[in-house]
Every structure is written in C-alpha cells, then in structure tokens.
C-alpha cells in the first residue's frame, strides 16, 4: 500500500496509521458482501466499487455548486479547507465527472436536493479510492477530496443540507 500523501496541503490531511487505515478500510469494505475483494483492490491502489444503502449512503454533488460556495476558487486546497469546514465528514471528487460525493447516514434526506445534488443509496454503488489517495494527481479517476478520518464518520446531513441550499443559491443568483 502506498505510504500517506497529501499534495493538497490541507490541515485536515493528517497522518493515519497502519491500525487506523485499516480500520478504515475495514469498515468501509464492510459495505460490500466480499469484503476481501475491496481490500484486495485497494492494496493494488486501485478503485474499489462499493455498495450504498447499507453503511453509509452519498450525495453527488455537481461541481459547479461546490465551487458557488468556494468563493475563494477551485484550487483542490481550498475546495478541501471549505468542504471540510462546512460538512464535517468524508467527500470523494470525480474530476472527469465533475462530481463530488458527500459520504452520508445511509437515511435518505428528508429535505429538497434540488437539480445540483442526488441522493444515492440502495442498489447504488460508488467507487472508492483507496484511503491515502487525497491528492488529484495520485493517478487515479477520483481521490478523497476530504479524507476518511475514522470508521463510520460520515458527513452532517444539516450540514450537507445547508451547503446544498447556499450552493443552489449562489448559482441562481449567477444566473440572474
């Protein structure tokens, strides 16, 4: 497995150890019915395709809404600093995509998403990098934009909700 690397500079990128990640990965391969073939996937630092709606769930969130609430630009840092601050949890970004996943309780929302955000859980899966990729260029198609930082700390879906209606805001606002 690769060692811990986080280009990004963020405070939050802090140093796991080998009885934390693998706690992580534990927990997290716990999604998936062959635990052993996620963990399998992720020694070979490849992407591991996990089941939603158990465990945890997540919210896609198109990249424009993340950047209306990153006044500050979309450099992978300060995406990382303001994501962090304002959901308190663990999101995955698809550069290719233009996505972001905000790992959730596996409860769907009971507020309005709007056109910029999706909730996905049962018979969903996502793909998850492994625990250490927190940097756009490690070479993979996503990477941890706020990292994992202990099993089962997901995102404040207040928290989510409250970004979700900032972002939809902003962008209304740009486009008047």
Known sequence: MRGTMNTVGTPLAQSLTEAEREAIYDWLAGSFRRPQVAKD??????????????????VRLTEPLVYAVTAAGTLPETVT????AALHGPVIHDPQGRRFYALTPPAEPT??????AE??????????PPVEFTDPADG?????????????????????????????????????
């Open 111 to 116: 507020w309005g998403l709007g056109q910029h």
């Open 81 to 84: 600093r303001v994501l962090a």
């Open 41 to 58: 996937l992720w020694q070979k630092g490849g992407i591991a395709t996990l089941a939603l709606g158990r465990r945890f769930s997540a």
């Open 140 to 176: 993979l198609d996503c990477y941890w934009a706020v990292p994992m930082t202990r099993p089962g700390h997901l995102c404040d879906p207040i928290r989510l909700a409250a970004l979700v209606t900032a972002g939809t805001l902003e962008l209304r606002e740009a486009q008047s």
């Open 119 to 128: 909730y996905l859980g049962s018979d969903t899966y996502l793909g998850v």
